[in-house]
């Protein structure tokens, strides 16, 4: 039997709710990811293309998900369920494309995708959006699943930077270190363990007294270290290189491939579409700013990724390395370079705490959106919900830990996969990459927009964000940004150019077209990368005249 669900905590102020907002936001994909995709598409160019999408399509997606929460006072699956209608054409619409596509692969004996479209068309049919915030839900189980690893290797590499056991001279023996340290399963598991053991307790303890309290302690440390790194990589010999690197635009280098790389990562590094600022809104007082409060996190996300580049591309070229190292530029080629600085173990250490200390922020709110569900949707308390799916994404987590570089622990896995969907390259870690990055994040954000913007209304979300925002839709946005705000003789009672007229405009067309073609994209059913020629064949050797 189901306990009475418990009453709902909400933030304490402002502040806290921003704090711990933008530590959801803040993770390994502003430190560890944005710098090497920026390294490998070009640097500065790069980044004015992802500003651009963090500010058309991300920021006002992450209002419809606050302004979705604060109205219900729900984890995701709750927000569909209350603002959702009896029934809905463009639901029934969807599940019947899927429906179909299922029995397409069929015909052709895809046997696994086609059993499972097939499926999911059917419970489109059965539950309509709700399904949208079962999706979120599975999107934060499924990526802390895996992102707990990467963050057990900054605690690991703590541990080595503070034992002095990163002293590599060359990337290739750097490399070899690393390999072999992902590839020791009583590593791994054990530094994995450590980091959901962090995020159990303070979601344990709730929202005031566990996440709000901690983001106020780990926000402020984390940009402490930041400056700390930035201030030691811009006095080092030779780090103007690698500054102009990365704040000079080189347009010639930006591809399409490289702005869907960008939209992607923003809605990564943001947090959206997995139902945590879902979550985190249902924690807002009506008397709360949504609009500002975007703002503000948005900003805060954004200024720790460019100080991020700040801090590693200048000690990246000072020391001679090359920026488009890839995924390994954090644990490969960083410790090198920290090699060649005085006092190197200590930088090495500070930076891989910066490491755990934004994986932390985020962890605790992937965690929280799973604790959320079963909070107020299953009547459970929040001590037990924080334990019991803590274990069990500790237990997913290890099989991704003993599965990072390939298959050959887990190959029963891996020829069950392949028999119901074909040949499954990779590993198990990619694989719950793969469905979280590429499939549950963007078709999250692509059915968030559709739902406010065509199903919900984004004149109702417009009502709920007026509550504590009253310049997001009744001053005329020219009068915003001019500073006549409050000048009578500028606000007529009827305003068609307001801040909510463009959001809306983005929420019910840009933003929905902008991810899906992203989406189509990241899974290969859109090639936009550069077609290379084909080679001339050799020429004929004619046979030499007698």
Known sequence: MNNPPEAREHWSNSLGFILAAAGSAIGLGNIWKFPYITGENGGGAFVLVYLLCIAVIGAPVMICEFTMGRHTQRNPVGAFKCLSPRSSRLAHLIGLGILLSGIFLLCFQNWGWGVLLIAAGLLIFRYG???????????????????????????????????????????????????????????????????????????????????????????????????????????????????????????????????????????????????????????????????????SVVVLDTLVALMAGLAIFPAVFAQGFGPDAGPGLVFQVLPTVFNQIPLGAFWATLFFLLLLVAALTSGISLLEVVTAYFVDERGWKRHRAAVVFGLAIFFLGALCAISVADWHRLEWIHHLLTRIFGHVKDSFFDVMDNISSNWLLPLGGLFISLFVGWIWGTKKAVDEIRQGSHNFADVHLVSLLAGLKDDPSHNSELHVITLASVWGIFIRFISPVAVLIAFLHTIGWLDFRPKTPPAEPPPIEQPAEK
Request: charged share 10%; with cysteine; glycine share 10%.
């Open 129 to 295: 959006w709700i399904l949208a915030g079962v999706m979120g839900v599975i999107a934060g189980f499924t990526i802390l699943s895996f992102y707990s690893v990467v963050a057990g290797w900054t605690i690991g590499y703590v541990f080595k930077a503070v034992a002095g056991q990163l002293h590599f001279a060359e990337v290739a023996v750097a490399k070899n270190h690393f390999l072999a340290f992902i590839d020791s399963p009583a590593w791994t598991i054990s530094c994995h363990f450590i980091f959901m053991l962090l995020c159990v307790l303070i979601v344990y303890k709730g929202v005031k007294a566990g996440i709000e309290r901690w983001s106020k302690i780990l926000m402020p440390l984390l940009f402490l270290l930041l400056v700390v790194l930035i201030i030691r990589a811009l006095t080092l010999p030779g780090a103007a290189a690698g500054v102009r690197f990365y704040l000079t635009p080189d347009f010639g280098k930006i591809t399409t491939g490289s702005v869907l790389i960008a939209l992607g990562h923003a809605f990564f590094s943001l947090s959206l579409g997995m139902g945590a600022m879902i979550t985190y809104g249902s924690y807002m007082g009506r008397e709360q700013n949504i609009f500002a409060a975007t703002l």
